[in-house]
């Protein structure tokens, strides 16, 4: 069915000018310009007034967690708990209105010492107290660190293995690998109700950013059920690849039933703001707090060879500044350079890359997926953790930018909300929760932050042929906002409301 949207600002991110209409046919772009000159294919076609609202296309997300998104809504949330008393007592309402049984697990998420009155992370010793009946975890907002009872200990198989329950980085992956699944019902409607908060936020095209075998029951559930309503991209940790490979070999090409394999994930070290992040120098009073390194240079240079071997993209978890270098290192030792760049391999949230190393970024063609976000969640935080000077070149964007090095943002949901426009003001502001700019020199125009999100991202994923502009014959994936980003002042950018995402000519969520 042919639609013409018009009486509006179309943002075609091939040009910061709008232009007046555009025209679509089923699931593609037939025309974009001005309304005069769309008339002659514009027969026959409903007539959408976009009563002077702004259409642009729909948002990619370059980096996040849709399965653990989605059960995240079946967990208690601890986001914003202010104490251990407002912990607990979260808890035991959640474990009242879920009506657990003795045994049963009471699974939250979303903690964040940081924001904590303690300043530390909860103990076993207050979780057994109050729930002895239970078994619990508490999964930190970073997701790199996680606490559990006793009983959850022993159930996991991590008795003595534990710092009164506190579990960080691959031994807190391992317990997390063993927690229970829900029913399969609950997860239908879990990620029903994911995809819908995604679309909400003007994103069509999200990424399932580290795939475990564990979660291959799931993905073959949402598959035979045609849940899928967006285009997921699914990255499965390297130790896994084949198993997902050989099992979803019809999706490692192309999209099916809304999912495609995009090549593979290795993590290199922890979290800045739980000082888990690898870091050259040592963290603000520390001698010897380095951080975490997850892996050996040979496991590094032998996941870079296993992809380009087997033509996949990689994406490498890097936060802190020593995790870039082992990543460039590692893919410097690479003899078939022009093939590795090829594959478009990517930085995950790269926040303390330094600024001198992005030039080697963009000789390897070497994209930096920017957890822009951090300047505002945990700026204020990162200020602490590494002094002002250094945390001011965290997510060094206008750096990138100026080099002309192609960057993208993500949010790695469910750390926070996909709230895409946020991210963008994040970028453009670059403001703290108390009001510090954090790194005036990093800000980057608004129009450049939009291209991080649409057009970057798209190439990020290798389909900037179809997706991330407005064109003939682009995808119809687009959004339409109820003001423009390029005009509004840049502090109300994350106040701009989606009124309605398009997911390939279909409507996929309407504020109405």
């Known amino acids: 069915m042919k639609c013409l949207f018009y009486n509006g600002k179309i943002l075609t991110m091939e040009t910061p000018c709008p232009l007046e209409a555009m025209i679509i046919d089923g699931d593609t772009i037939l025309a974009v310009g001005s309304l005069e000159s769309l008339s002659h294919i514009a027969k026959g076609a409903e007539h959408i007034d976009l009563q002077g609202k702004t259409l642009m296309p729909s948002f990619i997300d370059s980096h996040g967690h849709l ?33 657990l049984k003795d045994g049963d697990w009471l699974i939250a998420g979303n903690y964040d010492h940081n ?21 619990v975890v508490l999964q ?12 959850g200990l022993e159930a996991v198989g991590m008795t003595g293995k534990d710092k009164e329950g506190y579990l960080e980085e691959n031994e807190y992956v391992t317990a997390a690998k063993r ?5 399969m019902p609950q997860l239908v409607t879990a990620y029903a109700k994911a995809l819908r908060c995604y679309a909400s936020y003007g994103i069509t095209t999200l990424q399932e950013g580290l795939m475990v075998s564990q979660m291959m029951p799931i993905y073959r559930m949402l598959l035979s059920e045609n849940i899928l309503t967006l285009d997921v991209v699914g990255y499965p940790q390297i130790s896994d690849a084949e198993l997902f490979y050989s099992r979803f070999s019809e999706n490692a090409e192309n999209y099916r ?3 495609r394999l995009g090549g593979c994930k290795i993590i290199l070290d922890g979290s800045p703001q739980g000082r888990t992040a690898w870091m050259k120098t040592p963290y603000a009073g520390t001698t010897d707090s380095f951080g975490v390194s997850c892996l050996t240079d040979e496991a590094v240079f032998d996941a870079i060879q296993n992809c380009l071997q087997n033509n996949r993209q990689l994406l490498a978890h890097c936060n802190g500044d020593n995790a870039a270098e082992q990543y460039l290192r590692c893919a ?4 078939e350079r022009t093939a590795l760049a090829a594959l ?62 192609p960057f993208t943002f993500h949010q790695d949901a469910p750390v926070i909300e996909p709230n895409m426009l946020e991210t963008v003001w994040c970028a453009v502001n670059r403001t703290t929760k108390i009001g510090v700019t954090l790194g005036k020199d990093e800000c980057i125009p608004v129009y450049e932050a939009l291209k991080a999100v649409t057009v970057n991202a798209a190439y990020q994923y290798g ?15 687009f959004i339409i906002l109820d003001h423009d980003p390029l005009t509004v002042p840049s502090q109300e950018i994350r106040d701009i409301r989606v009124l309605e995402t398009y997911k390939s000519g279909v409507c996929v969520y309407s504020e109405k």
């Open 115 to 135: 924001k904590l009155k303690e300043h530390r992370h909860p103990n076993k010793t207050m979780l057994d107290k109050a729930f002895s009946n239970l078994k």
């Open 332 to 335: 410097e030792m690479i003899q």
């Open 179 to 183: 927690l229970p699944l829900p029913e």
């Open 67 to 99: 399965s653990s998104y989605a059960t995240s809504f079946l967990q208690a949330s601890l986001e914003n708990a202010a104490s251990f008393p407002e912990v607990i007592e979260r808890l035991r309402t959640f474990g009242t209105q879920s009506k």
């Open 344 to 405: 478009r391999p990517v930085m995950i949230h790269a926040q303390l890359l330094e600024t001198k190393q992005l030039p080697r970024l963009k000789k390897l063609g070497m994209i930096p997926s920017f957890f822009a976000a951090h300047c505002y969640h945990w700026g204020d935080v990162h200020i602490k953790n590494f002094g002002k000077p250094r945390a001011e070149k965290i997510s060094p964007a206008g750096s990138a930018a100026r080099l002309g090095l």
């Open 257 to 259: 039933s809304g999912f």
């Open 463 to 477: 389909e900037e042929s179809s997706k991330g502009r407005l064109s003939s014959g682009m995808k119809a994936d």
């Open 140 to 151: 930190h907002q970073s997701g790199h660190f996680g606490v559990l009872n006793s009983a």
